[in-house]
């Protein structure tokens, strides 16, 4: 299975959400706090963080919030920080998202697994053969 599939079921619960006129800056931004919180799951460093728990980078954030505001965006990201840790736990391994249109105007969402200089990312067997440009399926389809 390729990073944007993984991804694609990651973010599953909103395909509802996505714009029926295939706008691809709108859809970039929908899966912007998906993607957010799949890697500040990932780069949490500690390794005491229970499941579901909120990484501490989301912290500092949160001061500057009401306590109305604070609440609703702690529920929101807590969602997604319980689906990372307990369905996708095992993909351990940062994201960069990218949607556009290909040349037959299908919507493609990209995720791609960076490698930063010092970083080893724990990546299948599978993925570590070089391989054509993947294409993701229609997002509208899943």
Request: aromatic share 8%.
């Given at each position: 299975?390729?990073?944007?599939?993984?991804?694609?079921?990651?973010?599953?619960?909103?395909?509802?959400?996505?714009?029926?006129?295939?706008?691809?800056?709108?859809?970039?931004?929908?899966?912007?706090?998906?993607?957010?919180?799949?890697?500040?799951?990932?780069?949490?460093?500690?390794?005491?963080?229970?499941?579901?728990?909120?990484?501490?980078?989301?912290?500092?954030?949160?001061?500057?919030?009401?306590?109305?505001?604070?609440?609703?965006?702690?529920?929101?990201l807590r969602f997604w920080v319980d689906r990372k840790d307990?369905?996708?736990?095992?993909?351990?391994?940062?994201?960069?998202?990218?949607?556009?249109?290909?040349?037959?105007?299908?919507?493609?969402?990209?995720?791609?697994?960076?490698?930063?200089?010092?970083?080893?990312?724990?990546?299948?067997?599978?993925?570590?053969?070089?391989?054509?440009?993947?294409t993701t399926a229609d997002i509208l389809k899943r």
């Open positions: 299975m390729k990073a944007s599939e993984i991804f694609l079921d990651f973010v599953s619960p909103i395909s509802d959400a996505v714009p029926a006129n295939g706008n691809v800056s709108e859809l970039q931004k929908l899966l912007s706090v998906p993607e957010m919180v799949w890697n500040a799951v990932v780069l949490e460093h500690d390794t005491k963080r229970k499941v579901g728990r909120l990484p501490k980078v989301f912290d500092d954030q949160f001061t500057k919030l009401s306590a109305d505001d604070r609440a609703m965006t702690e529920a929101f307990r369905l996708f736990s095992k993909h351990d391994w940062p994201i960069e998202v990218t949607v556009y249109k290909n040349v037959k105007q299908e919507i493609i969402v990209q995720a791609r697994v960076p490698t930063p200089k010092n970083f080893t990312p724990n990546l299948p067997k599978e993925w570590q053969t070089p391989k054509a440009r993947a």
